[in-house]
């Protein structure tokens, strides 16, 4: 019996997580770059938590929650405006942040007070040539980044690639921690007067929420029913 109110628990905690993950991904439906987030369900947690209920010294389930990241490509969006660029395939723009440089796939930047090129939040966007000035009357953006000013390349974007779920998160950016590599020019294009949507599907992830709010309900009742079944065998059976 004991071993049925851990089992339940162990799954509430997963599923707990699920919809920690299945919310945020919501929230974020439409912030352009992001990448939907969700929870593992391997045999390898699973038989990692069952050890923990085996093991009589442990109180509460074990085992940590995986997560993953969703890296594919979400929907481009034509907005036509020559500061909005996306990328196609793989890789993600270089950015300055409070941070550090840190990485993200939404591209939705503007030229500042002093002609720089910035970011939704106001942050310097990374060229290979360092901050990227734009000074001039006409913009182009080429497939592999390259920043054309009055038909003069002034810098390159700055495009690369790592595992994104090998890297620390906060906001809508990426902090990878491991060594970044430069994707090749077959492997992604920068695309200009276009963003990157997310790749999130708000119809599923609310049929998700759903089914894991009602698993999750159910896994508390059967935990209550245990536990008034443990009290009678205890309080009622042995006098």
């Known amino acids: 019996m004991l071993r049925g109110i851990y089992q339940n628990s162990s799954s509430m905690l997963l599923l707990e997580s699920r919809v920690d993950n299945t919310a945020n991904n919501l929230a ?12 593992f369900f391997q045999q390898l947690i699973a038989a990692e938590q069952s050890v923990e209920r085996n093991n009589i010294d442990v109180t509460l389930p074990g085992g940590k929650v995986a997560t993953y990241i969703d890296a594919s490509n979400g929907i481009m969006n034509k907005t036509g405006n020559p500061l909005d660029v996306a990328i196609s395939g793989k890789g993600y723009f270089a950015v300055e942040t409070p941070q550090g440089i840190a990485y993200t796939r939404d591209g939705r930047f503007s030229i500042n007070d002093t002609g720089q090129l910035v970011n939704q939040n106001g942050y310097l966007v990374i060229g290979d040539g360092g901050p990227i000035e734009i000074q001039g009357n006409s913009l182009e953006i080429s497939k592999t980044g390259d920043i054309i000013v009055d038909g003069n390349v002034v810098n390159r974007l700055t495009v690369r690639d790592f595992d994104a779920n090998a890297a620390k998160m906060f906001d809508n950016f990426f902090v990878p921690d491991e060594e970044i590599s430069q994707p090749e020019l077959s492997e992604y294009a920068v695309v200009q007067g276009f963003i990157e949507e997310s790749n999130v599907n708000p119809v599923k992830e609310m049929a998700e929420l759903i089914v894991a709010q009602r698993h999750f309900e159910m896994n508390y009742k059967l935990i209550r029913a245990q536990d008034d079944t443990l009290d009678k065998a205890v309080n009622q059976v042995g006098k």
């Open 28 to 39: 974020n439906a439409n912030t352009p770059g992001y990448k939907k987030r969700d929870v």
